[in-house]
């Protein structure tokens, strides 16, 4: 059923609207116009930062401390098939008590709360305490290379600091308000290629199987208890991810190998040691060996105090929920703000459907999210 004759929430109209915008990462299609025109008349100032196709937006209310800073991205995934769909997905579209869409949960939803709470608080609270951020970005979902890191690291050059930030990523698991991610893993991924020697199958003594030589050491990487996890994070993994090797034909000894392998890791492994387990393990098998490591973000976390604190409280309020705190999951956008801001929490919508096919959203869920942001403003803003 279509939407376009039902009286909405004003969350869900600005959600709805956002969703109509086709966004996929790294385009904008319009989606910051459209919220600087919203927070235009509260005040807010307004730098817009582009980059390499990517549209990035720093907005401030206030000029003192605390500075109080919603963080998201504007840009989706692709839409995978559309003939899989069961309704365009750019066109939001209620069914059954969901509103469906790409981006609906991921993250245009939280968007819109963002700009609702913020009206909402700045309306009651015109001369509140501190300054009230949105850090935006249009490159999320792709590379991030030229989007939050970009903006973090032009705050910080000239000395702009961040108190508290709230990213509206999808952290809520069966209903919203039960998980908020005070931290994050951090991620680190390798590409490894082991050397041997060319042959045929026949003649194995002639060859070096880089199959059979990564085996030992593989196993015992498998094996690894890398450490035990501490308070916030668990124990740090190691996962292969792609293994190649080979011309194709069943007679040849193949005389390389690649392999993809990623660690999601708490601070207990740092990443340099990481690494260097790693090195131990494949020098102790004499393999001959090349290795590229790229670091996608070190693990950061938000303990209890003033942010943690208000945001539970805050979605207890809005949903009735105690939220579990947790830092599972992905990388997110996190990993750049914690380098510049001492506290930083994510919370939005559930994710079961983020990245899917027939993404959605409960349509009751929308106003409660907005309800949330707006209470951690009172919590932290209000005089």
Same mark, same amino acid.
């Given at each position: 059923?279509?939407?376009?004759?039902?009286?909405?929430?004003?969350?869900?109209?600005?959600?709805?609207?956002?969703?109509?915008?086709?966004?996929?990462?790294?385009?904008?299609?319009?989606?910051? *116009?459209?919220?600087?025109?919203?927070?235009?008349?509260?005040?807010?100032?307004? =730098?817009?930062?582009?980059?390499?196709?990517?549209?990035?937006?720093?907005?401030?209310?206030?000029?003192?401390?605390?500075?109080?800073?919603?963080?998201?991205?504007?840009?989706?995934?692709?839409?995978?098939?559309?003939?899989?769909?069961?309704?365009?997905?750019? @066109?939001?579209?209620?069914?059954?008590?969901?509103?469906?869409?790409?981006?609906?949960?991921?993250?245009?939803?939280?968007?819109?709360?963002?700009?609702?709470?913020? @009206?909402?608080?700045?309306?009651?609270?015109?001369?509140?305490?501190?300054?009230?951020?949105?850090?935006?970005?249009?490159?999320? @979902?792709?590379?991030?290379?030229?989007?939050?890191?970009?903006? !973090?690291?032009?705050?910080?050059?000239?000395?702009?600091?961040?108190?508290?930030?709230?990213?509206?990523?999808?952290?809520?698991?069966?209903?919203?308000?039960?998980?908020?991610?005070?931290?994050?893993?951090?991620?680190?991924?390798?590409?490894?290629?082991?050397?041997?020697?060319?042959?045929?199958?026949?003649?194995?003594?002639?060859?070096?199987?880089?199959?059979?030589?990564?085996?030992?050491?593989?196993?015992?990487?498998?094996?690894?208890?890398?450490?035990?996890?501490?308070?916030?994070?668990?124990?740090?993994?190691?996962?292969?991810?792609?293994?190649?090797?080979?011309?194709?034909?069943?007679?040849?000894?193949?005389?390389?190998? *690649?392999?993809?392998?990623?660690?999601?890791?708490?601070?207990?492994?740092?990443?340099?040691?990481?690494?260097?387990?790693?090195?131990?393990?494949?020098?102790?098998?004499?393999?001959?060996?090349?290795?590229?490591?790229?670091?996608?973000?070190?693990?950061?976390?938000?303990?209890?105090?003033?942010? !943690?604190?208000?945001?539970?409280?805050?979605?207890?309020?809005?949903?009735?929920?105690?939220?579990?705190?947790?830092?599972?999951?992905?990388?997110?956008?996190?990993?750049?703000?914690?380098?510049?801001?001492? =506290?930083?929490?994510?919370?939005?919508?559930?994710?079961?459907?983020?990245?899917? !096919?027939?993404?959605?959203?409960?349509?009751?869920?929308?106003?409660?999210?907005?309800?949330?942001?707006?209470?951690?403003?009172?919590?932290?803003?209000?005089?």
């Amino acid at each position: 059923m279509s939407n376009s004759q039902t009286v909405q929430s004003p969350t869900r109209a600005l959600t709805e609207a956002l969703i109509r915008r086709a966004s996929v990462t790294p385009k904008d299609e319009g989606c910051l *116009e459209l919220i600087c025109e919203r927070l235009a008349p509260l005040g807010f100032r307004f =730098e817009r930062i582009e980059a390499n196709g990517v549209s990035n937006l720093w907005a401030r209310r206030g000029d003192t401390r605390p500075v109080l800073c919603f963080a998201g991205h504007t840009d989706v995934v692709p839409t995978g098939p559309i003939p899989e769909w069961a309704s365009p997905p750019f @066109e939001p579209t209620e069914r059954d008590g969901y509103l469906y869409g790409r981006g609906a949960a991921d993250m245009k939803a939280s968007l819109a709360a963002f700009v609702t709470s913020i @009206e909402d608080f700045v309306a009651a609270h015109p001369d509140h305490k501190g300054s009230i951020a949105l850090l935006l970005t249009s490159d999320e @979902e792709g590379v991030a290379t030229h989007g939050t890191k970009i903006v !973090v690291d032009t705050l910080a050059e000239r000395g702009e600091a961040m108190d508290y930030c709230i990213v509206g990523e999808p952290t809520s698991v069966d209903t919203l308000g039960d998980m908020i991610k005070n931290g994050r893993r951090g991620s680190l991924n390798a590409l490894l290629r082991i050397n041997g020697l060319q042959g045929h199958v026949a003649y194995p003594h002639l060859a070096r199987n880089p199959i059979h030589l990564v085996a030992p050491a593989l196993a015992e990487l498998t094996a690894m208890q890398w450490d035990a996890g501490d308070e916030y994070f668990p124990p740090t993994t190691f996962q292969v991810s792609n293994i190649h090797a080979g011309t194709g034909a069943t007679n040849i000894v193949p005389g390389s190998l *690649e392999m993809r392998f990623n660690f999601r890791f708490s601070p207990a492994s740092p990443a340099e040691h990481l690494k260097q387990q790693v090195h131990a393990v494949l020098d102790a098998h004499k393999l001959h060996y090349e290795i590229d490591w790229q670091l996608s973000g070190n693990p950061f976390i938000t303990p209890r105090g003033p942010l !943690v604190d208000a945001m539970e409280a805050a979605i207890e309020a809005a949903t009735g929920l105690k939220p579990a705190l947790s830092t599972t999951g992905g990388t997110s956008d996190g990993r750049f703000i914690a380098r510049h801001c001492p =506290e930083v929490v994510e919370f939005g919508p559930v994710n079961a459907t983020i990245h899917q !096919v027939n993404e959605r959203i409960a349509v009751s869920a929308i106003e409660p999210l907005s309800a949330a942001y707006r209470g951690i403003l009172e919590r932290l803003l209000s005089h």
